[in-house]
């Protein structure tokens, strides 16, 4: 099993930045990609972020220029750097992770969510 655990939400101001970190652990031989996806109240899940093992990544249109995503395979953690952000950046931010396990069953893990709001 792989646990995937968020960390570094909060509260800022329009404008302001923060830092979100996700770790993942358990049961992996690789990770081939880690995201970051958000949920807004009465919203559906949508994708922020995405970076494969390998360095590619992709943005939301809604984040490009403002948001980076970056990782440490080594380490098993992907960081989402937010800048600049909008009230409307406001919503639970969830990791994602997807790769094989050990035994070579292909995975696809979430965490459990943090909170990031945004004051305008």
């Known amino acids: 099993q792989v646990h995937v655990v968020e960390s570094g939400g909060g509260s800022v101001q329009a404008g302001g930045s923060l830092r979100l970190s996700c770790a993942a652990s358990?049961?992996?031989?690789?990770?081939?990609?880690m995201g970051w996806y958000r949920q807004a109240p009465g919203k559906q899940r949508e994708l922020v972020a995405t970076?494969?093992?390998?360095?590619?990544?992709n943005y939301a249109d809604s984040v490009k220029g403002r948001f980076t995503i970056s990782r440490d395979n080594a380490k098993n953690t992907a960081d989402l750097q937010m800048n600049s952000l909008k009230p409307e950046d406001t919503g639970v931010y969830y990791c994602?992770?997807?790769?094989?396990?050990?035994?070579?069953?292909?995975?696809?893990?979430w965490g459990q969510g943090t909170q990031v709001t945004v004051s305008s």
């Open positions: 994602n992770v997807g790769g094989r396990t050990r035994s070579y069953n292909p995975f696809n893990s």
């Open positions: 970076i494969t093992d390998g360095g590619s990544t």
């Open positions: 358990g049961n992996i031989f690789r990770i081939n990609a």
